[in-house]
């Protein structure tokens, strides 16, 4: 009688810590889910915010960016890193095709790997995840000639095909 007591209460207990380990897994899996969810979310309302930050971009190169336009533009700009947006895509950058997307493509001798030379449009992520390649100019370093070898002295010299 005592063992099948004993018995019963180790399968209930057993059953207990399965329930409680399938439990935890589930709370687990939800609250990624969620975050996930969240994280989507922000993504999609900064990628939708995207053009307004081309167009102040636009307007302090312009110099237009003053006055009270200009403190709630940076304003924008700093709520926005704050939720994780990172711009990216500069003059120098060594160009990456994950993150730039090539617009224009040249030579140059100033450069020692393919770089970009001007951004058209800043790209942004989040999180690690690209929201928006940056669109831009690529020079590639100019592949200098290897130097001829010098003509053999003791050799003739190449024949005439032409019947004069």
Do not use: W
Request: glycine share 8%; charged share 30%; net charge negative.
């Amino acid at each position: 009688m005592i063992e099948s007591l004993n018995q019963a209460v180790q399968e209930r207990t057993a059953d207990l810590q399965r329930l409680k380990a399938e439990y935890d897994n589930y709370r687990r899996r939800v609250e990624r889910d969620r975050q996930l969810i969240a994280e989507q979310a922000t993504g999609r309302l900064l990628a939708g915010l995207l053009p307004t930050l081309d167009d102040i971009g636009r307007a302090r190169d312009h110099g237009d960016l003053e006055g009270p336009f200009k403190a709630v533009a940076e304003s924008l700009e700093v709520a926005l890193e704050a939720l994780g947006l990172e711009r990216f895509g500069a003059v120098g950058d060594e160009f990456d095709p994950v993150l730039h997307e090539a617009l224009m493509h040249s030579y140059r001798g100033d450069v020692t790997a393919p770089t970009c030379v001007q951004v058209f449009r800043s790209g942004y992520s989040m999180g690690g995840r690209v929201l928006r390649v940056a669109q831009v100019a690529v020079a590639e370093p100019v592949d200098e000639p290897e130097p001829a070898e010098p003509a053999d002295a003791d050799a003739p010299p190449p024949a005439d095909d032409t019947d004069a």
